[in-house]
């Protein structure tokens, strides 16, 4: 089955500290693999996608993400966290035959000063 | 360019009552979903639209219907809200793989 799993349901990181987000997929094409950030009462923000090459992608707000396709993973990673970060975010994946997005149930960031 | 916007922002209804989401694109995209946000369970896809005049179930269908009459609106409807509809609604649309999300409706029903 095709499904998303995101492990930790909330991390909490001090400010200026780096982060890791996990997300594992189970797929059977070629993914397409995606993150999604959501601040508190608000819509879902791309922050950055893959769909082939380069296995580091950079996206918004100075994330990257890495496509490990042995692992079956794409982990999301900031190098030092501000306090705006503090959100949730959302790894999702698709395919190039398929109009629809799996998401995985998300992480809750929690930045302290 | 607003993107996808989303009407009302908060509903309040009772167990039993009708209503209607309603989701804008200025886009020009054909592809449009709604999905529901509930508490440790992500998005969930409730229908969608591949092109003006067509409409799809997705995971979670029971309970509601769409309509895609417009090529930049999709309506999502409750004929009978039940409290178990209580949800944020996400209305998206995409062109190809890539989609874009309203802000999100928050409906409680009583």
């Known amino acids: 089955a095709q499904s998303v799993t995101q492990p930790d349901i909330h991390i909490t990181v001090s400010e200026g500290a780096s982060l890791e987000l996990r997300c594992n997929y189970s797929y059977g094409a070629t993914p397409y693999l995606f993150w999604y950030v959501q601040s508190p009462g608000q819509g879902l923000q791309l922050l950055l996608k893959y769909f082939s090459g380069d296995t580091l992608v950079q996206g918004i707000k100075g994330f990257e993400a890495e496509f490990k396709r042995s692992q079956s993973s794409f982990n999301l990673r900031k190098p030092s966290v501000h306090w705006s970060d503090a959100a949730e975010y959302f790894c999702?994946?698709?395919?190039?035959?398929?109009?629809?997005?799996?998401f995985g149930t998300g992480t809750r960031l929690q930045v302290f000063p | 360019n607003a993107g996808v916007t989303q009407t009302p922002k908060f509903r309040v209804l009772k167990t039993g009552q009708s209503m209607t989401l309603l989701c804008a694109q200025d886009?020009?995209?054909?592809?449009m979903y709604w999905y529901r946000q509930d508490p440790g369970m992500g998005l969930r896809l409730i229908h969608y639209?591949?092109?003006?005049?067509?409409?799809a179930k997705g995971e979670v269908p029971d309970g509601y219907n769409v309509s895609r009459l417009k090529k930049q609106n999709f309506l999502l409807g409750l004929e009978s809200a039940a409290p178990s509809q209580t949800s944020v609604y996400f209305c998206a649309s995409s062109i190809k793989e890539t989609q874009y999300f309203g802000p999100g409706t928050r409906l409680l029903v009583l």
């Open positions: 999702a994946v698709s395919s190039y035959n398929t109009d629809k997005l799996i």
């Open positions: 639209s591949v092109g003006e005049g067509t409409t």
């Open positions: 886009m020009n995209h054909e592809y």
